[in-house]
């Protein structure tokens, strides 16, 4: 037989370099990248044992969800391309066509409009409860087509916590599967499964990718069918995640603890600094002794995070408009759990149809973020200022 010909340097070049020493071993884990995977014969290409397509996960994803189950103390965790597409697709994973779900009235707003559209268009009955309604209260609300109720503790813009053991606890006997939105948690100050929820969601875009710079969503569980469900949900959909995003993930949990100890040391300070300024007429920070939840936050949560509101004394638009207009170290964008701090009026985006928040004011969330406290009192401070003297107050 004749010796093959050598291939042309063309094909040399495409295929010359296709496989690598073996990786040496490094600090951080490397970042393989890649939508093909060769199999290593005709049998494999089929067999769905192992992964057979880029979509479904390279190493750095399982490092990155192995890291995330050992944080959340759950069986196994799915990747998402944003913490939305994960509370959706966790929702849609377990609800099908002529459910019920219970939603909190303080849903984070992009979670409520997929709630009063697409799951409304799949003939699923969406029903808001009272966030701050007793577990009996919530599940009085609980038909015979109830599948799931969804938590979000505390509201990422008025803060009411909810009684996560109790609901999830009456939720398990009636059969009802318990999700909850805990990215202002981190899983790591509070801990979902531990207290019961089927399935805990983040958006690790926020404290985990700590750097405001990468989109990603998690959803965690203990029950193999809730994750096989998550699995076929992920599949489906056609959802992947980059194992760049996935590596600045990653990096991202090496420091999570330290960041988050430095965000709730200065948010403590500057809640209690805002609780006695003239111009504030009540901070909404679970931790902050005397106020709202602050009985469940004690009793449930390990720490404290960046992000909390407070409602400004009353006054017109164009004061509030002045006050935020006037900060200079609070940036004034969405999102939130990177270093920076943030500042947005929360009035215009508020929807509530079960209960009234009782809010005593114009609505202000910050994201306190990990520059020196005392820089951003000072900032505050000038424009609270502006505020007072825009609104009459001084």
Known sequence: MTKPSRPSQQTRLLHDQATPMAPVKTVNPAVQRGSTILMSDSDALYDHGHITYGRAGL???????????????????????????????????????????????????????????????????????????????????????????????????????????????????????????????????????????????????????????????????????????????????????????????????????????????????????LNARPEVSEVLCPALPGARGYEIWKRDYTGLCGLFSFTLKPGPRRAVEGFINALDLFGLGFSWGGYESLAIPCDPQLTRTAADPDLKGPLIRLHIGLEDASDLKADLDQALKVYGQMAGLA
Not at 234 to 254: E, F, I, K, N
């Open 59 to 273: 190493p750095i994803h399982q490092t990155l969800c192995d890291a995330l189950s050992d944080l959340e103390g759950g069986l196994g965790t799915r990747l998402f391309p944003s913490g939305l597409a994960a509370i959706t697709g966790s929702l849609l994973a377990v609800l099908n066509a002529g459910d019920g779900v219970l939603l909190p009235d303080c849903a984070y707003a992009p979670t409520r409009r997929f709630g009063d559209t697409v799951l409304k268009r799949m003939g699923i009955e969406v029903v808001y409860f009272p966030p701050r309604a007793s577990a009996e209260a919530i599940m009085a609300l609980a038909t015979p087509r109830t599948r799931a109720i969804f938590l979000e503790s505390p509201g990422s813009l008025t803060f009411e916590l909810q009684d996560v053991p109790a609901i999830a606890a009456l939720a398990r006997t009636r059969g009802i599967i318990t999700l909850m939105d805990n990215t202002w948690g981190a899983s790591l100050i509070f801990k979902p499964l531990a207290h019961g929820v089927d399935i805990s969601i983040q958006a690790l875009t926020k404290y985990v990718g700590g750097h405001s710079d990468v989109f990603m969503g998690s959803a965690c569980a203990s029950d193999p069918d809730l994750l096989q469900k998550l699995d076929d949900q992920v599949w489906q959909m056609g959802w992947a995640t980059s194992p760049d995003d996935a590596y600045l993930m990653l990096r991202g949990l090496r420091t999570l603890n330290v960041r988050m100890n430095q965000h709730a040391a200065s948010t403590l300070d500057i809640a209690s600094w």
